[in-house]
């Protein structure tokens, strides 16, 4: 939120520069941001284009500096807030404009002096020290992390396994029951674990082996003494990569880690870079200097340290097929360039709805290509297969992304097989007790909240409002596996019909005791209208507006909006209850027979070289 004051032919008064960013233009500024960010790999650098100049081991780090601007959606922010002011001015006509808080003052000083508006506030602080110093640290806190990990960890046994799945130690869950050959259930992972269990099925014992990556607390819980405490104590089932990848395996990445400085200077000192920080007119070089700086000081060196632990525990395993998902992220991505580099086929495996703005799934067809300049370069990372979920993802994937055809399996989601089986399984007395559990009375209605409270903060208090009027409506709130519940304990406050419950509460049980779902992003949303349940979306536009464009879920914005809609979701028996085809179910036996079918390929491959050798 941005507030201005702002002087008027009506007037003095406060406004929010949110309230003037209407849904199109929201769209147009992700479609900016995109633009923006993909124009920076032609520009040059020394000389070079960005994704030639930098690169380790001869592979281009530009894949990892388009996610840094992405996630941190400075550059977004910035398009958000020129188009917004842009509105205010056309709408409002105001003679001057003071600033009152909020972030970005830099850019509105800029908005306002192309206007030639009248304008009292901060502009970008001027150049100092004190940010990079900050930064910086930061860069050396979490080098020093890394190593401390590290302390404590008796290697790992060099072992040849046929599938090594790399998957996130926080959201690895302890099973009830002991089934794997290392003591526990590998569907303990809570986004893959069906495929995982199907593949334990199909090889021999051992030959599966979980390779954990990331803390194993989420980052709401992580602390800052964690590395010291060690990594020994990761879940049963996991052996955590840095016991494959002691300090001796990062020399690489600890000299780009020292480069850092010398790879921040080079960015800045860019004439095309610095050109391109104008945008819209507004020169933004202060807020881009600072994402360069943060690209060069973190994301580089931690993208570095990850290849070069994906690169140990390849050497390590051996594997003919490695699995993981996120793959498209900045640790998926370092997975797939160590294993192109040994010709290890992966499997990127679909855990959840591909958003269409996700800048990891959209390339231009010349990243997908190798680089002429570069000829180590043999272009974007993309995974030997990706498996997706159905036809629209596929397609996404190739027009969006470029992605070739032969590259996308659509498999089936096994995670909603999973979930329609568990709810059917929900007796009525369990639906009672939870019932009970989330204080919702005899009557009233359950509704289930599942949204990232980051994602929401900005509108959840106006759904906190709707429903505490609502006196026939119970409105429980299930955390994202990576948050904990206290994030939303100052939202909720006191009201008596909403109840957080902990992340790990089982989704079926509230599904099944639910009528409908409530949420801005989640896939939650999309997995109910297998079930018949339906679904509101705030903080429209966002990735799920296709939906509430044609009319399977309900959309709103304000207080009195999310009212009407959340009678009409309850009461409406217009409303479409079973709105999609439920899954067919064997959606994991289809993934494992096409991560299978890969190492089979890998095998035949190498013994046919046995035999032109001998």
């Known amino acids: 939120m941005i507030h201005l004051e702002i002087e008027s032919s009506s007037g003095s008064r406060r406004v929010d520069l949110a309230d003037y960013l209407d849904a199109p233009a929201r769209e147009r500024a992700h479609e900016q941001e995109y633009r923006w960010i993909k124009t920076l790999r032609s520009l040059r650098v020394d000389g070079l284009p960005f994704r030639s100049r930098f690169t380790f081991r001869g592979d281009s780090l530009w894949w990892f500096a388009e996610l840094y601007l992405h996630k941190e959606q400075a550059i977004l922010n910035v398009h958000r807030a020129l188009a917004a002011?842009?509105?205010?001015?056309?709408?409002?006509?105001?003679?001057?404009?003071?600033?009152?808080?909020?972030?970005?003052?830099?850019?509105?000083?800029?908005?306002?002096?192309?206007?030639?508006?009248?304008?009292?506030?901060?502009?970008?602080?001027?150049?100092?020290?004190?940010?990079?110093?900050?930064?910086?640290?930061?860069?050396?806190?979490?080098?020093?992390?890394?190593?401390?990990?590290?302390?404590?960890?008796?290697?790992?046994?060099?072992?040849?396994?046929?599938?090594?799945?790399?998957?996130?130690?926080?959201?690895?869950?302890?099973?009830?029951?002991?089934?794997?050959?290392?003591?526990?259930?590998?569907?303990?992972?809570?986004?893959?674990?069906?495929?995982?269990?199907?593949?334990?099925?199909?090889?021999?014992?051992?030959?599966?082996?979980?390779?954990?990556?990331?803390?194993?607390?989420?980052?709401?819980?992580?602390?800052?003494?964690?590395?010291?405490?060690?990594?020994?104590?990761?879940?049963?089932?996991?052996?955590?990569?840095?016991?494959?990848?002691?300090?001796?395996?990062?020399?690489?990445?600890?000299?780009?880690?020292?480069?850092?400085?010398?790879?921040?200077?080079?960015?800045?000192?860019?004439?095309?870079?610095?050109?391109?920080?104008?945008?819209?007119?507004?020169?933004?070089?202060?807020?881009?200097?600072?994402?360069?700086?943060?690209?060069?000081?973190?994301?580089?060196?931690?993208?570095?340290?990850?290849?070069?632990?994906?690169?140990?525990?390849?050497?390590?395993?051996?594997?003919?097929?490695?699995?993981?998902?996120?793959?498209?992220?900045?640790?998926?991505?370092?997975?797939?360039?160590?294993?192109?580099?040994?010709?290890?086929?992966?499997?990127?495996?679909?855990?959840?709805?591909?958003?269409?703005?996700?800048?990891?799934?959209?390339?231009?067809?010349?990243?997908?290509?190798?680089?002429?300049?570069?000829?180590?370069?043999r272009g974007f990372p993309l995974p030997a297969a990706t498996l997706v979920f159905d036809d629209y993802a596929a397609a996404h994937l190739r027009t969006a992304g470029h992605f070739p055809s032969g590259s996308l399996v659509v498999t089936g989601s096994p995670r909603l097989d999973d979930l329609i089986a568990a709810v059917r399984k929900v007796s009525d007395g369990d639906i009672a007790r939870v019932r009970e559990d989330v204080g919702a009375a005899e009557g009233r209605a359950l509704l289930l909240f599942a949204a990232k409270e980051r994602e929401a903060r900005a509108v959840l208090p106006s759904l906190i409002r709707a429903v505490t009027a609502m006196d026939d409506v119970q409105l429980v709130v299930k955390p994202h596996p990576a948050e904990t519940a206290d994030v939303y304990a100052a939202t909720v406050g006191r009201s008596a019909n909403v109840r957080v419950v902990e992340p790990s509460t089982p989704l079926p049980l509230l599904l099944a005791a639910a009528r409908g779902i409530v949420t801005v992003n989640s896939t939650v949303a999309i997995d109910g209208m297998a079930i018949g349940r339906p679904a509101l979306v705030i903080g429209l536009p966002n990735n799920l507006t296709p939906f509430v464009d044609r009319g399977l879920m309900l959309g709103a914005s304000s207080v009195e909006e999310m009212q009407a809609a959340l009678r009409r979701l309850l009461y409406d028996r217009e409303f479409p209850r079973r709105l999609v085809r439920a899954a067919e179910g064997g959606a994991a036996a289809r993934s494992a027979d096409a991560i299978l079918a890969l190492a089979r390929r890998r095998e035949a491959v190498e013994t046919q070289g046995e035999r032109a050798r001998e």
């Open 85 to 377: 002011f842009d509105q205010l001015v056309a709408r409002e006509r105001p003679r001057a404009v003071r600033y009152v808080n909020g972030a970005n003052a830099g850019v509105i000083a800029q908005a306002a002096a192309r206007h030639r508006v009248p304008y009292t506030g901060p502009s970008f602080p001027s150049p100092s020290g004190a940010a990079l110093a900050r930064m910086d640290a930061r860069a050396r806190v979490l080098a020093a992390a890394s190593r401390l990990s590290r302390l404590r960890v008796a290697p790992a046994p060099i072992a040849h396994a046929t599938i090594a799945a790399f998957v996130h130690r926080a959201f690895w869950r302890e099973p009830a029951v002991a089934t794997s050959a290392e003591g526990r259930d590998a569907s303990a992972e809570s986004y893959i674990g069906p495929v995982l269990r199907a593949l334990e099925t199909r090889v021999p014992a051992g030959a599966l082996r979980s390779i954990g990556i990331g803390p194993r607390k989420n980052f709401r819980a992580r602390r800052w003494w964690d590395p010291i405490v060690g990594t020994d104590g990761a879940p049963g089932g996991v052996v955590p990569i840095e016991r494959y990848a002691p300090a001796a395996t990062l020399r690489e990445s600890r000299q780009l880690f020292r480069d850092r400085h010398e790879i921040r200077r080079r960015l800045c000192a860019s004439a095309e870079l610095r050109a391109h920080a104008v945008i819209d007119g507004c020169d933004c070089w202060p807020l881009v200097a600072h994402q360069l700086a943060g690209i060069a000081l973190l994301q580089f060196p931690w993208s570095a340290r990850a290849m070069d632990e994906a690169a140990a525990a390849l050497a390590a395993t051996e594997p003919a097929v490695a699995v993981t998902y996120a793959e498209a992220g900045g640790w998926g991505r370092a997975l797939a360039l160590e294993c192109r580099r040994r010709r290890v086929p992966l499997a990127g495996l679909q855990h959840g709805f591909i958003y269409r703005h996700w800048l990891n799934y959209r390339h231009e067809p010349d990243e997908i290509v190798p680089d002429a300049l570069n000829p180590d370069d």
